[in-house]
């Protein structure tokens, strides 16, 4: 099996081309990014295909106000301008194309052309079901939301019907696209990995009580109920620490919850997260809807118990009760009971952290995801 990946960006594109190239089925490997930045995963730089101007352009027209950016077509002259590309250079002699949902629609057409089979990654909830619930939440708080390009949304929503297989992370995205009428055996259904030579527990430097969220500060992650929840229940002597890129609707939120307890740690490069998550003592994500975080399995890598709702994909790897919690979207009383529970109850914290260490160990590296999505390819096809 000779397999042609095709990504805008990175995603978990490069974890999947190498564990394809590990096994000998990657044929090639075509990203927007560098080749230098894409031969750090251990991938043959004779297996990269670099459209490296188009990341440039887009970054470039992003860091623009946004005042001057226009009316956003510009997302989708991007978008067809790579699927072009990709078009344009695939040829006979490859098995499987694997795209990116909403950035290969005419690349996957002409792979099918040549005989190939198809397969659309999509890492998040059905186009039409994170829609219309991430609308719903920013209308919640008087907010206007902004909908994705409706172009690459109908590229998105027709990319479903076009490719032989649609490749899911979780459960729970899984379910959204069942309750909108695609068949269960056109879903491919294997949870994302960690790298555990990237994460692992180092030495926690006190003894305070921290809860800790990695990932964006926005209302998709649900910041704005953690927040009130840490607040709400003011422990003494616990912290709450917060890492990662502060979205502007979040900042009212941070205003109205100030507190010295409450640290914006900043963004950092992913070799460094591991310290942040060994310095506390819970990992929560109150997100109102994502596929499956792979924060989630980073922490549980470096030894702590995760708290997560059912729209983070957390069902697929958090054990409930055992590594961790899983509770309602919006649900300030469960956020405040659980972080309450590992508050009150080291001892189970520290059994429950055990637990999440031996299962991302046992069963969570991207070798695992490997395995398993290697397995699903050739049954499938």
């Known amino acids: 099996m000779k397999v042609v990946i095709s990504v805008w960006g990175r995603f978990h594109?490069?974890?999947?081309?190498?564990?394809?190239?590990?096994?000998?089925?990657?044929?090639?490997?075509?990203?927007?990014?560098?080749?230098?930045?894409?031969?750090?995963?251990?991938?043959?730089?004779?297996?990269?295909?670099?459209?490296?101007?188009?990341?440039?352009?887009?970054?470039?027209?992003?860091?623009l106000p946004v005042r001057l950016r226009g009316d956003r077509n510009l997302q989708l002259w991007f978008a067809e301008q790579f699927d072009r590309s990709?078009?344009?250079?695939?040829?006979?002699?490859?098995?499987?194309?694997?795209?990116?949902?909403?950035?290969?629609f005419r690349s996957l057409q002409k792979a099918k052309e040549?005989?190939?089979?198809?397969?659309?990654?999509r890492g998040s909830s059905h186009m039409l079901y994170q829609t219309e619930i991430l609308k719903a939440e920013y209308e919640r708080w008087g907010l206007k939301f902004t909908a994705t390009h409706p172009g690459i949304y109908e590229r998105e929503i027709e990319s479903y019907g076009e490719?032989?297989?649609?490749?899911?992370?979780?459960?729970f995205v899984k379910r959204t696209f069942l309750q909108q009428g695609i068949t269960e055996n056109k879903l491919i259904h294997v949870p994302y990995g960690t790298s555990l030579s990237e994460f692992y527990p180092v030495p926690k430097e006190d003894t305070i009580f921290r809860v800790i969220h990695c990932g964006a500060l926005s209302l998709r992650k649900g910041v704005q109920y953690l927040l009130q929840a840490f607040s709400e229940l003011n422990l003494p002597d616990a912290e709450l620490w917060l890492v990662g890129?502060?979205?502007?609707?979040?900042?009212?939120?941070?205003?109205?919850?100030?507190?010295d307890r409450i640290l914006y740690k900043g963004t950092h490069p992913q070799n460094r997260l591991?310290?942040?998550?060994?310095?506390?003592?819970?990992?929560?994500?109150?997100?109102?809807?994502?596929?499956?975080?792979?924060?989630?399995?980073?922490?549980?890598a470096c030894g702590l118990p995760v708290v997560h709702t059912t729209n983070t994909g957390g069902d697929d790897i958090v054990r409930d009760g055992m590594d961790g919690f899983c509770i309602p979207i919006r649900d300030v009383e469960a956020l405040k009971e659980?972080?309450?529970?590992?508050?009150?109850?080291?001892?189970?914290?520290?059994?429950?952290?055990?637990n999440a260490l031996e299962r991302a160990r046992k069963s969570l590296s991207w070798d695992d995801y490997g395995e398993k999505i290697v397995r699903a390819y050739l049954e499938t096809f």
């Open 13 to 63: 594109a490069f974890n999947l081309a190498q564990q394809l190239q590990k096994r000998g089925h990657l044929q090639q490997l075509i990203s927007t990014y560098p080749s230098f930045a894409i031969t750090k995963y251990g991938i043959d730089s004779q297996l990269i295909h670099s459209i490296w101007h188009l990341e440039l352009l887009c970054r470039s027209w992003q860091r």
């Open 86 to 104: 990709v078009t344009n250079y695939l040829s006979p002699g490859f098995d499987l194309f694997v795209g990116w949902s909403g950035f290969n």
């Open 114 to 121: 040549i005989g190939a089979k198809t397969v659309i990654e």
């Open 163 to 171: 490719a032989d297989r649609i490749a899911v992370p979780s459960l």
């Open 245 to 259: 890129s502060i979205a502007p609707e979040i900042k009212p939120f941070l205003a109205k919850y100030h507190s």
């Open 274 to 300: 591991r310290w942040f998550y060994s310095q506390c003592s819970v990992f929560c994500l109150a997100s109102i809807e994502e596929g499956l975080a792979m924060v989630q399995a980073q922490a549980m």
């Open 338 to 354: 659980k972080i309450l529970f590992f508050y009150d109850r080291s001892d189970r914290r520290n059994e429950m952290g055990r």
